[in-house]
């Protein structure tokens, strides 16, 4: 793959980065309701960017989502849910994938963009 991206993929990055946002928002909400559960846990939305949504949800430690959410080309998703044409895994286990954008796809996934 070149440097520009197909536009499905375009739309699939922007569509990533509006479920970070929605997600952003489930915990701040989640925060000020002090809802952080006993296992230091949160359920966020899969951020795999499927048009409409996938729906499906993660459980993740809060810390996890923290580090993940440090850096704009950085999401969430359900194992077997990533993109290789987009991203690539960073670390994984039975319950998320933490992919990492390429660098075509990185000014697509940018926080101000959304």
Not at 20 to 45: C, H, K, M, P, Y
Not at 69 to 88: A, M, S, Y
Not at 93 to 110: F, M
Request: glycine letters at 6%.
């Amino acid at each position: 793959m070149g440097e520009e991206l197909e536009d499905r993929y375009v739309r699939q990055a922007r569509n990533e980065a509006l479920f970070r946002e929605v997600n952003e928002r489930i915990v701040e909400l989640d925060e000020s309701a002090q809802a952080w559960s006993l296992a230091g846990t949160i359920d966020v939305f899969c951020e795999c960017g499927a048009e409409g949504g996938c729906g499906e949800r993660l459980t993740v430690a809060v810390r996890v989502y923290e580090t993940v959410r440090q850096q704009d080309d950085r999401f969430l998703v359900k194992p077997g849910h990533e993109t290789p044409e987009l991203e690539t895994a960073v670390e994984w286990n039975d319950e998320y994938v933490i992919v990492d954008k390429l660098p075509a796809a990185e000014p697509y996934v940018q926080d101000d963009q959304t």
